[in-house]
């Protein structure tokens, strides 16, 4: 599969890794060349050095050839502006976003954008470990 | 009219300062606090600190009540979630963006935004328009349809000087509207009209059409 990565922070370069190592052709692209360094050194994808919400961009890096996209930037805007145009301009079929703000995350999703709140996420999480069972934490001392 | 701006800058305040004028109900919200001092200093308590793309900021603006909506921030970003969560969380019947890529206009249009307005595509324009060398120049974008307004100079060696506008072949869903000739009498052009040197053709087409346009009224006779 095909996949181009818009940020390379933490969960952009975690995931390029991921799917670099099940053998996957990734493209990870970043405003910011200094965002390069958090992949390692054996990462075998392409690197590019762009602003992936600018069309011209997509279309340099290969969105339009790509089986997906997946924008993981620190702005939601810019992630939901960028996967618009993944979708719409460039046709790719799997483009989703991260959206920190669980209310506009709701209405992408509504209007078809592939979606994750990790602010909505992480918290659920929270609570399922809160609610487990006491006898699954850690004994106390 | 209910007008929300978001976006306290520049454009925002100035264009605050006219609608509040004309008497228009209007509401900024910015994310600066400064500038919020301010527009409420200059205008009143006509403005809301927020985020203008916070659902929460939303709802205390009253984006449900807004006949109007104009985005005016300095990231195009920003302008297009503003707008589409302004749309499809409070049906807001008109949105406007302000863009800075003019690149852009197409797919905010494509992605539901009413109209956009780009200073850079505003000053480009004129730029193109006082060089005479510029073979097409896009005069005005036709609501809807995709359909736009350009003109062309007909160069003196083009091949179609001498030609009836009947005879021409042009791209789909184009059509002469007007010549000018040279100095400067306009007419309304019918298919024996001929085409003179250096006649400016004022024209209707699809915008990927413009290209096929340009080659038809401009590629030289020897060519």
């Known amino acids: 599969m095909k996949v181009v990565i818009m940020g390379c922070g933490r969960v952009g370069a975690a995931l390029a890794t991921m799917l670099d190592d099940d053998g996957h052709e990734v493209t990870v692209v970043d405003v910011k060349p200094d965002a390069f360094r958090r992949l390692p050194a054996e990462f075998g994808g392409t690197r590019h050095v762009g602003n992936a919400i600018d069309p011209e961009v997509q279309a340099r890096i290969g969105v339009g050839e790509s089986d997906a996209f997946v924008a993981v930037t620190q702005g939601d805007n810019r992630n939901v502006m960028a996967t618009q145009i993944a979708k719409h301009i460039f046709g790719v079929r799997r483009s989703m976003c991260r959206i920190y703000d669980p209310i506009r995350e709701k209405i992408y999703r509504d209007l078809g954008l592939e979606s994750i709140s990790p602010t909505l996420v992480g918290a659920r999480l929270f609570k399922e470990m809160l609610e487990r069972a006491p006898e699954q934490a850690e004994p106390e001392a | ?223």
């Open chain 2, 1 to 223: 009219m209910y007008a929300i701006i978001i976006g306290g800058g520049k454009v925002g305040y100035y264009l605050a300062k006219e609608l509040h004028g004309e008497g228009h109900e209007v509401l900024v919200i910015e994310q600066d606090g400064a500038k919020c001092e301010l527009i409420a200093e200059e205008l009143g308590d006509i403005v809301l600190k927020g985020d203008g793309c916070e659902a929460a900021t939303m709802e205390v603006a009253g984006f449900g009540r807004a006949d109007m909506v104009i985005a005016v921030t300095g990231d195009d970003e920003d302008n297009l979630v503003s707008c589409q969560v302004a749309k499809a969380k409070f049906s807001v019947p008109r949105t406007i963006a302000r863009i800075n890529n003019p690149k852009n206009e197409e797919i905010f249009k494509r992605l539901g935004i009413d109209t956009t307005v780009s200073a850079t595509a505003a000053i480009l324009a004129q730029i193109e328009q006082e060089l005479p060398t510029h073979p097409i120049i896009p005069l005005l974008t036709l609501k809807g349809g995709g359909l736009e307004i350009v003109g062309v100079k007909v160069p003196s060696n083009a091949s179609v000087v001498g030609k009836r506008v009947g005879d021409l072949l042009l791209p789909q869903q184009s059509l002469i509207a007007l010549i000018i000739n040279v100095d400067g009498s306009p007419r309304i052009p019918s298919a024996e009209t001929v085409i003179q040197t250096e006649d400016e053709v004022v024209a209707v087409t699809r915008r990927e059409n413009e290209a096929t346009l340009r080659s038809v009224l401009t590629s030289r006779a020897d060519a």
